[in-house]
């Protein structure tokens, strides 16, 4: 049998984390976000932006890691590349409060 499907999803689990997701200005959040290393802010933005009240289409988005203060406004910068881990908050802002 070549279909390790199962495998493969208990090796997709073991690389989640699990982050909150929050609008910097109004505070509104998503609090259990699942997410990969891999995954990329554009993705995170497709998803969850209209629930924490973040213009998808901005010409400019800034995400925070809280703990650590690295930021970024590159929309394929990954989960690992930001450096989160379980249990950290993601803050975003859209251009109507970035100078």
Same mark, same amino acid.
């Given at each position: 049998?070549?279909?390790?499907?199962?495998?493969?999803?208990? !090796?997709? !689990?073991?690389?989640?984390?699990?982050? +909150?997701?929050? *609008?910097?200005?109004?505070?509104? &959040?998503?609090?259990? /976000?699942?997410?990969? @290393? *891999? *995954?990329?802010?554009?993705?995170?933005? #497709? +998803?969850?932006?209209?629930?924490? @009240? =973040?213009?998808?289409?901005? !010409?400019? =988005? /800034?995400?925070? *890691?809280?703990?650590?203060?690295?930021?970024? &406004?590159?929309?394929? +910068?990954?989960? !690992? @590349?930001?450096?989160?881990?379980?249990?950290?908050?993601?803050?975003?802002? #859209?251009?109507?409060?970035?100078?």
């Amino acid at each position: 049998m070549t279909d390790y499907s199962i495998d493969n999803a208990l !090796a997709t !689990a073991k690389n989640c984390i699990t982050i +909150e997701l929050m *609008n910097k200005s109004t505070q509104t &959040s998503v609090p259990q /976000v699942s997410v990969d @290393g *891999n *995954n990329t802010m554009r993705q995170l933005l #497709d +998803e969850y932006a209209l629930d924490v @009240g =973040i213009n998808p289409n901005a !010409a400019k =988005i /800034v995400f925070d *890691n809280k703990r650590t203060g690295d930021s970024t &406004s590159d929309l394929n +910068e990954t989960v !690992a @590349g930001l450096g989160l881990q379980d249990g950290d908050v993601l803050l975003v802002t #859209d251009d109507g409060c970035v100078a």
